[in-house]
């Protein structure tokens, strides 16, 4: 395979490198990605949630040529685009009434977050943000700067920033005492060291995804939410990965049963293309011109994508396909938990769901070693998925939300074969070597 991936290597920067084996795709369609070596790669990750529509999708293809046309400038900072204007409306037209005012449009997850941290704090006048231990909100200093993800270890946090604890179910004694454990130390929190006055927002993930596909015990956002409101702490969903159908539902949050005042979509919001978006209230979103832009922000050819996505969503059911197959998925996954004792815990909702590896079921040692083993052996038989969680013992499923059932069974298969090849010690150790994950 000497070719594509070497030539990766010595041309672009190992900084912006996440891998976890050596892929390197030259083309694909729906689920699948086309290796260099001509292999069809099942694709249980697309790009981390991003090819929400799988790859090459006719109305993405249709939409970006489109725009492509007679392209209306490459930018809407100083004009109006029809492409930037009609996605902007669909957004405010799938808000929830608290979140529907104005809609500001950028190219990533990280952009979007930064933005919204930068604009409820200028806007309340309230220095604060508290977010959860193990949240992933970008790689920007300002996102970073709100995010408690450990791979971001040593960069400077957002000043007053506190972060308290995600509840893990399956870690912290089951979902009633996870929820109570978590809901007292917010309520410490802002009893004590944090006055809730200084606070502007809390930030959320309806799943903490990067943390390890942590699914919050039933009631527990409903809590946080009756607090926050009490305080006039504002409420930002960071619906980045597992928004826009994803988790079964539109918003990942209708799940949780509250309604945030801030929403920040990105990844599944473009296909593939940059596109984030923050929607929230005018007096938030609109604190003043020219607070947070980037030339080619609401540029028309990648709106054109970001509408394509939504609309598509809307006529092919993918909700609805990502709720049935999800289930499907999750039910396979539960039955290989049975079969192989590596697999503690297996959850989540719709297509955005969390296989947890551990060691020892007794004393749940995060099988480390062992995810990145079965990550690697899945590659080579066709399955292309990631770990992620602050121990990287979690494999990630977020495949397009086009996936069929069939396509479910195919992945489960592989993975089933990959988790004994493992067991049987019959992958390589030494092939990790170059593969750091995260
Ligand atoms: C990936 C992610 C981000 C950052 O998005 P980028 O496109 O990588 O900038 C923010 N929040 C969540 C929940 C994410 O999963």
């Not at 920033?161 to 089951?174: E, F, H, K, Q, S």
């Amino acid at each position: 395979m000497a070719g594509l991936y070497d030539r990766d290597a010595k041309a672009l920067s190992r900084m912006s490198f996440l891998r976890f084996f050596p892929q390197a795709v030259i083309g694909g369609d729906g689920a699948h990605l086309i290796g260099d070596d001509g292999r069809r790669l099942l694709d249980f990750s697309a790009s981390w949630g991003a090819a929400s529509l799988g790859h090459s999708h006719p109305a993405l293809r249709d939409a970006v040529t489109r725009a492509l046309e007679s392209q209306a400038g490459a930018s809407h900072l100083s004009s109006a685009n029809l492409p930037a204007v009609e996605l902007a409306e669909k957004l405010l037209s799938i808000a929830p009434k608290r979140a529907t005012g104005r809609v500001w449009l950028g190219h990533s997850g990280s952009d979007a977050s930064e933005t919204v941290a930068r604009a409820v704090v200028a806007a309340t006048g309230r220095p604060r943000i508290i977010s959860f231990k193990g949240a992933y909100h970008g790689g920007s200093v300002g996102s970073m700067a709100v995010s408690g993800h450990p791979v971001q270890e040593g960069v400077p946090k957002a000043p007053g920033l506190a972060l308290i604890p995600y509840p893990d179910p399956y870690r912290d004694g089951g979902e009633e005492a996870a929820a109570n454990s978590a809901i007292t130390q917010l309520e410490s929190l802002l009893s004590g060291p944090v006055p809730p006055q200084d606070v502007a927002a809390l930030f959320l993930e309806p799943i903490q995804s990067d943390g390890g596909m942590v699914v919050p015990p039933a009631g527990y956002f409903e809590k946080v939410e009756e607090i926050c409101r009490r305080h006039g702490i504002l409420l930002v969903a960071d619906e980045v990965k597992v928004g826009l159908g994803r988790t079964g539902s539109l918003h990942a949050f209708e799940q949780l049963g509250i309604e945030p005042d801030v929403i920040i979509f990105g990844k599944g919001l473009g296909g593939g293309l940059p596109v984030s978006a923050a929607v929230g209230p005018e007096a938030i979103m609109d604190h003043k011109p020219a607070f947070s832009f980037q030339t080619v922000h609401g540029n028309p050819v990648c709106a054109a994508a970001g509408l394509a996505v939504l609309q598509t969503i809307e006529r092919e059911r993918l909700t609805e396909n990502a709720a049935t197959v999800g289930r499907h998925l999750l039910e396979r996954l539960l039955r290989l938990k049975d079969k192989h004792a590596i697999i503690g815990d297996a959850r989540g909702r719709g297509l955005s769901i969390g296989v947890e590896l551990v060691v020892d079921r007794a004393n749940k040692e995060p099988a480390k070693t062992e995810a990145a083993l079965i990550v690697y052996r899945a590659f080579e038989l066709g399955l292309v998925l990631y770990y992620v969680g602050i121990n990287s013992n979690v494999l990630e499923f977020t495949p397009p939300l086009t996936l069929t059932k069939e396509q479910a069974d195919e992945g489960v298969a592989l993975l089933d074969q990959a988790i004994c090849d493992v067991a049987a010690g019959r992958v390589d150790r030494s092939a990790l070597a170059a593969f750091a994950g995260w």
